[in-house]
């Protein structure tokens, strides 16, 4: 019997797992509730990881793509104290194992990569079900439903085919970050721009962040951090910008204006991005014909590993359904005992939001970090 795949979201962990289905001749269809791959912006860069993301890629036949796009420099990095002191500096040498792309960029890569309509645009998912015997019933918005043999949600952080497999919802992690983008930054806003360098940025209280980095063309793309309930941010009327930037940077009472200048001269309206993740742990029995990859199945608070495990998770599903065509349950169980100890191993990180940590504690987790991959 011909396996039967239905993906459902065109993020990079789904597009990663049918590129590689594709390579061992496995058909699959991909549906995705946009209306088309340019219907919005897929954010800033990414630094795809020699040890998830870059397997990935290797597993996909794309590495001389993959680095066709690599962002020279975006590596480099700076920790600065709220007063605007540089507490650590690394530069790009090209050694790192951590390059930058646009993540736009890296998605278009895994698209053309496929053959013409492997992935469906505008259709959202409304409702899946199981029909028995491992098949199940995806309905979408329009009215029409596909029936498949093996369904894999890689649907993001609000899945419609968790609900198949586990009740774990998301829950607010009691932070939410601001977007900015400041453009033609070292003419037009030169303080900020030495602020973040050829890089990323990071400065930092409890409580309190700002992560920036240099995107193509000059263009500073800042992450603003801030813990408290969603209803503090409801009352922030983002669509008035000067009020919205001065009630955000009121927050940030006392930091360098250099770093309050990534707020405040935003050339555009703030985007509002509430920060949500699955309880710690989560997994589920395994259930015959559907799993999860990325942030449908391990939804976390940011810690630099979603795109990267998503797509090593697209990788290694793709990867274990060809190694056993006779036997899928055999290949979803191997992949969701692996992905489960992955997403584990990343829940670890250092938690800034714990009250437990300060600045300084940040530049030692990053110093020795760069001992390790000099030593590596």
Known sequence: MTLD??????????????????????????????????????????????YNGQL??????????????????????RILDTDGTLLFDKSDDGT??????QRGELRQILLDSLPPGTVRWGRKVTRTRALGEGRHEVLFADGTSVVTGLLVGADG?????????TAAVP????????????????????????????????AFAPGREIFAHRERNDTLHAYVGLSGPQDWFADVDLTDLPAATARIAAE?????????????????????????????????????????????????APNGEGANLAMLDGAELGRALAARPHDTEAALAAYEQAMFERALEFEGILDLDSGDHTVHDLVAAFTRH?????RG
């Open 96 to 101: 790192g194992g951590r390059p930058e792309v």
């Open 370 to 374: 760069e001992r390790r991959e000099q």
């Open 252 to 300: 940030f009472g006392g930091w360098a204006p250099e770093l309050t200048e990534l707020i405040t001269a935003t050339d555009t309206a703030p985007a509002l991005r509430p920060l949500h993740a699955l309880p710690a742990g989560t997994r589920w029995d395994r259930a015959p014909g559907v799993t999860l990859l990325g942030d449908a199945a391990h939804l976390a």
């Open 56 to 77: 990935a890629l290797k597993a996909a036949g794309l590495m001389d793509e993959f680095r066709a796009i690599v962002l020279d420099g975006r590596q480099a990095m």
């Open 157 to 165: 952080a609000w899945s419609r085919v968790r609900p198949l497999l």
């Open 5 to 50: 795949v239905t993906i459902i979201g065109a993020g990079l962990g789904g597009l990663t797992l049918a590129r590689v289905l594709h390579l061992h001749r496995i058909p699959a269809t991909v549906y995705e509730a946009e209306p088309s791959p340019t219907a919005r912006s897929q954010g800033g860069l990414l630094d795809i990881h020699d």
């Open 171 to 202: 829950e607010y992690t009691g932070k939410s970050v601001v977007e900015t983008y400041l453009y033609d930054a070292p003419t037009r806003h030169p303080a900020a721009a030495k602020a973040v360098g050829g890089g990323s940025m990071m």
